[in-house]
Nanobody
Framework: QEQLVESGGGLAQAGGSLRLSCVAS????????MGWFREAPGKEREFVAG????????HYIDSVKGRFTISRDNSRNAMYLQMNTLAPEDAAVYYC?????????????????????WGRGTQVTVSS
């Protein structure tokens, strides 16, 4: 069964760090662009960061630039999101996603409709 599974969420203090992981199984996602999204209560799901198939192209929303780092290890079929200097507004359920529409390219799409595989999410809570 093809699936993405996130882990690494939890409770962090403001200014602290968390590292999210996304591990794929049932299919090799190494050819595809992948991304992290988040959804806070009462808000729409938003793009956070994206990475192309070989990790050489990355893209972030302005609010996390300089604080979050997306990376991937294709040998492990995994993707990561290192989150530093966390703020209360970063609290959300974080989802990893893969886009089979974008393979072997440089694109890191922000549109959730571009992604066709999704994990179930991991909760990130930030205390002030």
């Amino acid at each position: 069964q093809e699936q993405l599974v996130e882990s690494g969420g939890g409770l962090a203090q403001a200014g602290g760090s968390l590292r999210l992981s996304c591990v794929a199984s049932g299919r090799t996602f190494s050819r595809y662009s992948m991304g992290w999204f988040r959804e806070a209560p009462g808000k729409e799901r938003e793009f956070v960061a994206g990475i192309n198939w070989n990790g050489l192209s990355t893209h972030y929303i302005d609010s996390v630039k300089g604080r979050f780092t997306i990376s991937r290890d294709n040998s492990r079929n995994a993707m990561y999101l290192q989150m530093n200097t966390l703020a209360p507004e970063d609290a959300a359920v974080y989802y990893c996603a893969a886009s089979t529409k974008y393979l072997y390219g440089t694109s890191t799409p922000e549109d959730a409709d571009a992604y066709d595989y999704w994990g179930r999410g991991t909760q990130v809570t930030v205390s002030s």
